[in-house]
């Protein structure tokens, strides 16, 4: 007689196994990659595909790819494929722009919004991305203008952008993205303000931001009805400009960044959202202002 399972418990670890820091800036703009292993372990560097750029953004698509895109005043995007290889430029598609965010929703499709784009300011449009990777032209935004925001997926099948900067306040405010894609409009702010953080999931169906502002370490998780938390203390090292990326099915991790001094160093989170104090001899090349997205 075989256990009859229950539909629900699809389980909070279905997320993507793996991951991949890309991008990014070391005093001159790059392309490599670093693969994150299921357990959490960071590769050291893969040659670049694409053009190099920083201020760029990244999310999953298709159940088990993720895609780079837009950056440094361009909407050129990069594919990952379910092995995490990276491909040559798509042409863009879209307002160019950075410090853009991007997450999934719907369960296979990713959103683009929000950044900075030149000689205008702040903006609000999105792009979405179908399940084959394919981006869309803009959808008007919603919801204050900002750049220097992060986003992650939570509810299985939701997205939430949050935090950034307007100059001159920092925001605290939050704007959900509902699994059609459609961006609601702004939710007041909890926690510290702030730009140059970072976002992704964990524990199957929920989120975290983290760090960015004034060199901080504080992180905010995010419940799976797009409930955002008060802050909580800090863990590692304080920095900026770093990324992050699920991994392991139901685990986070933060990585990369700016304390001063162009850094490498990793933050892994637990499946109930803890965050570890600084991975020891994490590999890859020191950078900031790069991306990262699950895929597999």
């Known amino acids: 007689m075989f256990p009859i399972i229950p539909a629900a418990s699809a389980a909070a670890d279905s997320g993507n196994q793996e991951g991949i820091f890309g991008f990014g800036y070391n005093g001159g703009n790059v392309s490599m990659t670093n693969l994150v292993s299921n357990a959490g372990v960071v590769a050291s560097d ?39 290889v990276v491909a040559t430029d798509t042409a863009g598609v879209g307002t160019a722009r950075q410090e853009v965010a991007a997450c999934s929703y719907g369960e296979d499709k990713g959103i683009f919004s929000f950044g900075y784009v030149g000689g205008t300011g702040p903006v609000s449009m999105s792009n979405l991305v179908s399940n084959a990777g394919v981006v869309a032209t803009d959808t008007a935004g919603v919801g204050s203008a900002r750049s220097q925001l992060a986003a992650c997926e939570y509810g299985g099948d939701k997205g939430i952008f949050g935090y950034g900067e307007k100059a001159p306040p920092m925001w605290s405010i939050t704007n959900l993205v509902s699994n059609a894609g459609v961006v609601s409009s702004d939710v007041a702010g909890v926690g510290t303000g702030r730009g140059y953080l970072a976002a992704c999931g964990y524990g199957g169906d929920k989120g975290i931001f983290g760090f960015g502002g004034s060199y901080v370490s504080i992180t905010n998780l995010v419940s799976n009805t797009g409930v955002v938390a008060t802050d909580t203390a800090g863990v590692g090292t304080a920095r900026i400009s770093l990324a992050a990326t699920q991994y392991g099915g139901d685990k986070g991790i933060f990585g990369y960044g700016w304390t001063g001094s162009y850094v490498s160093i990793t933050n892994l989170v637990s499946n109930a959202g803890v965050v570890a104090s600084d991975q020891a001899a994490t590999t890859g090349e020191a950078r900031k202002n790069l991306a990262a997205c699950s895929f597999n």
Do not use: P
């Not at 040659?47 to 950056?71: M, Y």
């Open 46 to 84: 893969t040659a670049g595909v694409g053009t190099a750029r920083k201020h760029l953004a990244a999310c999953e698509f298709g159940g088990d790819q993720g895609i780079f895109g837009f950056g440094e005043g361009t909407a050129i995007t990069n594919l990952v494929s379910n092995t995490g």
